[in-house]
């Protein structure tokens, strides 16, 4: 099976921090803890760009290892997928609020090395 480009990867980081960031747009962590919707999709779009993230370092680490708290995220992952014990919502809110932003800069930055689409 061939490897994806890293910059695919990179791609879908960008798209995916991004949605996750519009989803809890707008919501403190009260409102946040309330909607249970705003959650689920903020928890998958978080767990998308940890997955992409993990496939990432799979096939360019050194691109990846340019992401701030690449392995965190990773792990972030794992515990999102897989259920680990009880989710901590307020850990979800605070990771789409304060680390989400740092992540989509960081991957962006990346991104610049790479050809835009259709050139």
Do not use: W
């Not at 949605?19 to 009260?30: C, K, N, P, S, V």
């Not at 767990?47 to 680490?61: D, K, M, N, S, Y």
């Not at 901590?88 to 605070?94: L, S």
Request: glycine fraction near 6%.
């Amino acid at each position: 099976m061939p490897l994806r480009d890293p910059g695919v990867y990179l791609e879908d980081i960008e798209h995916y921090a991004a949605a996750a960031m519009r989803f809890a747009d707008g919501y403190d962590l009260a409102q946040y803890m309330a909607d249970e919707k705003t959650r689920a999709a903020v928890e998958r779009a978080l767990e998308i760009c940890g997955e992409a993230l993990r496939q990432l370092h799979g096939v360019a680490p050194e691109i990846a290892d340019h992401i701030p708290h690449a392995r965190e995220i990773i792990g972030f992952r794992n515990i999102l997928a897989h259920g680990y014990a009880e989710l901590d919502h307020a850990k979800v809110y605070a990771v789409v609020s304060t680390n989400a932003p740092d992540l989509l800069a960081a991957v962006r930055g990346a991104l610049t090395s790479f050809p835009t689409r259709g050139e």
